[in-house]
């Protein structure tokens, strides 16, 4: 077959270039032989050496040296082992235990005794101020009764002197009436005035009169009984009385007394007449 002109040649044949290597490699083999066989000298060693024609490169740049190893740190010192701790003592630690709680219970005991202590201490301030502000109540009740019965006593002191200067009064304007004071008694009214006695009814009038003026609201134990004597003008002017015989009651003789004043005048018996003295008894749950 022609070659085509304008078709790229094909590759030569790789047989020839097979074959001629291995007639140089065979000739050169047998070549070998025959030298040694030869020299009974010691045979030259031949070497040959086959070059093929081998494309140069570049050769590449050196490696860079690597960084050098950073030192390595040094090992922690590794702590000293703790001494072994000797075992405690069994008994010792039962009686460190024991301190410890007698020694909260003492402190236990301390602060309730002082809580105790404290609420006494505000126990006895507030009874001794309670204790204070009694005594201050009743030294002003006691004050304020004593003032009522200093006022008490000025009172009937006074009236007791206003009564007396109206008997006083009565008494002379009672003399003035009978003609001057004379020789005789100024309680005298003549002997048949002495000797006129009051009726049987008269003693219950006057009785009944006196207590209608008296003036007692006190308790008293029984039905203690007075004896006031009164002595009268003509006209039943009370012109002096007196306590014959005490009730022993003195609040009460006094009441009596006080209220004969009030009355001032006697009433006329049954004939008309006043007696001039006569003993009037009082008590004072008629």
């Given at each position: ?8 040649r ?5 047989v ?13 083999i047998?070549?070998l ?12 060693t031949?070497?040959?050496?086959l ?18 190893p950073?030192?390595?740190p040094?090992p922690?010192?590794?702590p ?9 003592d ?35 301030e507030?009874?001794a ?16 009764k ?9 009172a ?16 002379k304007r ?29 003693g219950?009038?006057l009785?009944?009169?006196i ?15 007075a004896e ?23 609040s ?20 008309g007449?006043?007696?001039?003295v ?9």
């Amino acid at each position: 077959m022609a070659h085509d002109a304008l078709q790229p040649r094909p590759p030569d044949s790789l047989v020839p270039g097979a074959g001629l290597a291995l007639l140089v490699h065979a000739l050169l083999i047998v070549g070998l032989t025959v030298a040694v066989d030869w020299h009974s000298a010691e045979p030259e060693t031949i070497s040959a050496e086959l070059w093929a024609a081998v494309p140069e490169f570049a050769a590449p740049p050196p490696a860079p040296e690597p960084p050098p190893p950073e030192p390595e740190p040094k090992p922690a010192p590794e702590p000293k082992p703790a001494p072994p701790q000797a075992a405690p003592d069994r008994d010792a630690q039962i009686a460190t235990e024991r301190a410890e709680r007698r020694k909260k219970e003492e402190e236990r005991e301390k602060r309730e005794l002082a809580e105790k202590q404290a609420a006494q201490k505000k126990a006895d301030e507030q009874k001794a101020r309670e204790k204070a502000e009694a005594e201050k109540k009743a030294k002003a009740e006691a004050d304020e009764k004593k003032k009522a019965e200093q006022q008490k006593l000025a009172a009937q002191k006074a009236e007791a002197q206003r009564l007396a200067k109206l008997r006083e009064d009565q008494l002379k304007r009672m003399q003035n009436s009978l003609g001057g004071t004379g020789t005789g008694s100024p309680t005298s009214t003549g002997t048949a005035a002495r000797d006129a006695g009051p009726s049987a009814s008269y003693g219950g009038k006057l009785r009944r009169l006196i207590k209608d003026n008296t003036i007692f609201s006190e308790s008293v134990a029984g039905n203690p009984q007075a004896e006031v004597e009164v002595r009268a003008g003509p006209t039943g002017t009370v012109i002096a009385r007196r306590l014959v015989k005490s009730s022993g009651v003195p609040s009460w003789d006094e009441a009596v007394l006080r209220a004969i004043d009030r009355i001032g005048t006697l009433p006329r018996d049954v004939d008309g007449r006043v007696p001039p003295v006569i003993v009037v008894t009082a008590r004072p749950h008629d």
